[in-house]
């Protein structure tokens, strides 16, 4: 059982990514998915999260308009499209169900 992300980078403020997370081990398809991040220093927070149909989802407020979840459950599958990056979105990006444990994280860079 295990949630693996990958997709971040190095990127230009202005430029866009698409991280991606990949379920294994148990039924996805029943479960929220959410997207936290952890900047150097600061907590984690939660940046988006994905009903388990994928026709609900909400946002942090300062990712709104800029950045999109989604999921592919045929495929076990959870997306972040990140467009219009800020230095402030650099970060590590994780993927999470409530049960499964943290993974590893993929980090994510903005900068000039």
């Known amino acids: 059982v295990q949630l693996v992300e990958s997709g971040g980078g190095l990127v230009q403020p202005g430029g866009s990514l698409r991280l991606s997370c990949a379920a294994s081990g148990f039924t996805f398809s029943k479960y929220v998915v959410s997207w936290y991040r952890q900047a150097p220093g600061k907590e984690r927070e939660l940046v988006a999260s994905?009903?388990?149909?994928?026709?609900?989802?909400n946002y942090e407020t300062s990712v709104k308009g800029r950045f999109t979840i989604s999921r592919d459950n045929g495929k076990n599958m959870v997306y972040l499209q990140m467009n219009s990056l800020k230095p402030e979105d650099t970060a590590v990006y994780y993927c999470?169900?409530?049960?499964?444990?943290w993974g590893q994280g993929t980090q994510v860079t903005v900068s000039s």
């Open positions: 994905i009903s388990p149909a994928g026709d609900n989802t």
């Open positions: 999470k169900i409530w049960w499964v444990n």
